[in-house]
């Protein structure tokens, strides 16, 4: 069993369904979720770099989507609230779905808007900002600020509602702010170990201890260009040797996938793919169909039943019995 902690399924969802296309996960993405046995998944609400200029209207756009898509599609997928609602899924056979917001500038200034979210949509998952500078904390293409006085209401907003906080994306000087303010865990949704790819939005090791010691979780991304700086190691085993060093730095315990696969987005939004592979992710793990390629060659390398399964599913498991109200 899987659960992937980050994936951009509501942006293709949105996109299509503007395009006059209905029951898009189904005809499309489905399948593949079926082969690896995905059980749960973070879908985001992300407001895309086209639209970062409006971001309440893309954010209600998506919504839209969102809702009708869920619609269509309630005989196969389930939206997890509370914890009983992922246990009730795993019965029934459905995938089981939470609702994150990948970024809330959304919001602008008004923190009560977190809690329409959280009531009205089933927002379970949220992070202050996406790589931009917003009115709650900084992502990383600003170097220099942190976390505002706003940003603290709303990270005591979302701790108090029971949503994931999510550090993925902010600068440094914001990551370390939320790890002063946050009382509870913590989680980097979709961050590799800084040691082998040195991009802003992957972890140093201090940072890994930081989240392990909040009680959270490092999700390991599979983007080539958070796997390696090498182009030439942009394959499967590369990304185990993050797990590898993790394991070594934080334990086993403090793993998960948060794969985020985007080869079905617009290169305008996420970048030029590989030229050798066509994909933006490592070389034969580039959608929920391909999970099934990394559990197995973990196997290879020796991996235990026991730490497969913590790391594939039962890790973010326990997480979300503590977090969930």
């Not at 059980?39 to 209600?60: M, Q």
């Not at 909040?214 to 190691?233: R, W, Y």
Request: proline share 2%.
């Amino acid at each position: 069993m899987i659960f992937n902690a980050h994936s951009d399924m509501l942006s293709d969802i949105n996109l299509r369904r503007l395009n006059g296309e209905k029951d898009v996960f189904r005809k499309h993405h489905y399948e593949n979720f079926l082969k690896s046995g995905v059980k749960g998944a973070i879908w985001v609400i992300w407001t895309d770099p086209e639209h970062l200029s409006n971001p309440k209207e893309r954010t209600r756009q998506i919504i839209k989507s969102m809702q009708d898509e869920f619609d269509e599609a309630s005989d196969i997928l389930n939206i997890v609230r509370e914890y009983k609602d992922f246990e009730k899924g795993l019965r029934e056979n459905k995938i089981n779905i939470l609702v994150g917001m990948e970024g809330l500038a959304n919001i602008e200034d008004n923190i009560r808007l977190i809690e329409s979210f959280y009531k009205d949509i089933g927002l379970r998952h949220a992070s202050l900002t996406w790589n931009e500078r917003n009115m709650l904390a900084s992502g990383v293409d600003d170097d220099v600020n942190g976390v505002t006085d706003l940003g603290r209401k709303a990270i005591e907003k979302i701790e108090e509602l029971g949503i994931l906080l999510d550090v993925s994306h902010l600068n440094e000087k914001s990551f370390w702010d939320v790890v002063q303010i946050a009382s509870g865990p913590i989680i980097a949704s979709h961050s590799n170990a800084r040691r082998f790819a040195n991009v802003k939005r992957n972890l140093d090791d201090q940072q890994l201890m930081a989240v392990a010691k909040s009680g959270g979780l490092v999700c390991v991304n599979a983007c080539s260009a958070f796997v390696n700086d090498d182009e030439d190691k942009h394959e499967i085993d590369n990304l185990i040797d993050h797990i590898n060093y993790m394991k070594d730095v934080i334990g086993v315990e403090h793993i998960g996938f948060g794969f985020d696969f985007c080869d079905f987005l617009p290169a305008s939004y996420v970048g030029l793919p590989d030229p050798r592979t066509n994909s933006i992710t490592v070389n034969g793990l580039s959608t929920e169909g391909d999970i099934s390629n990394l559990i197995n060659r973990m196997k290879e390398r020796r991996y235990t039943q026991k730490e497969i399964e913590l790391i594939s599913y039962r890790n973010f498991d326990s997480l979300l019995k503590k977090i969930l109200k």
